[in-house]
């Protein structure tokens, strides 16, 4: 069982940076991939990025490459989302989510989910 609570969200400019951070519960976190997706409103949950366990490899969504970097500290429990150059089109409900299978970018293969952090770019 894994317990996730991500922190970090709010309102931000248009061209600001936010960093999610995601907080982890139980001893096996070191062995999940960790993702993060965003929901926003009338929207289908889409991927944003996601990162191997040990954190040697990453993937990330077209619309996010060059602005977004995903990372973790397996010594903290923790995997953080680090936005640069936010954009109306950014705000979403962010959340991350903890997967067996690696550097899968499909919600259904997400096992445990946080409750989400709202990101709001404003134009």
């Known amino acids: 069982q894994v317990q996730l609570v991500e922190s970090g969200g709010g309102l931000v400019q248009t061209g600001g940076s936010l960093r999610l951070s995601c907080a982890a519960s139980?001893?096996?976190?070191?062995?999940?991939?960790m993702g993060w997706f965003r929901q926003a409103a009338g929207k289908e949950r889409e991927f944003v990025a996601t990162?191997?366990?040990?954190?040697?490899?990453?993937k990330y969504a077209d619309s996010v490459k060059g602005r977004i970097t995903i990372s973790r500290d397996n010594a903290k429990n923790t995997v953080y989302l680090e936005m640069n150059n936010l954009n109306p089109e950014d705000t979403a409900i962010y959340y991350c989510?903890?997967?067996?299978?690696?550097?899968?970018?499909?919600?259904?293969?997400?096992?445990?989910w946080g409750q989400g952090t709202q990101v709001t770019v404003s134009s």
């Open positions: 990162i191997s366990a040990r954190g040697v490899s990453t």
């Open positions: 989510a903890a997967s067996r299978y690696y550097l899968s970018t499909s919600p259904s293969l997400y096992t445990y």
């Open positions: 139980g001893r096996t976190f070191s062995s999940y991939t």
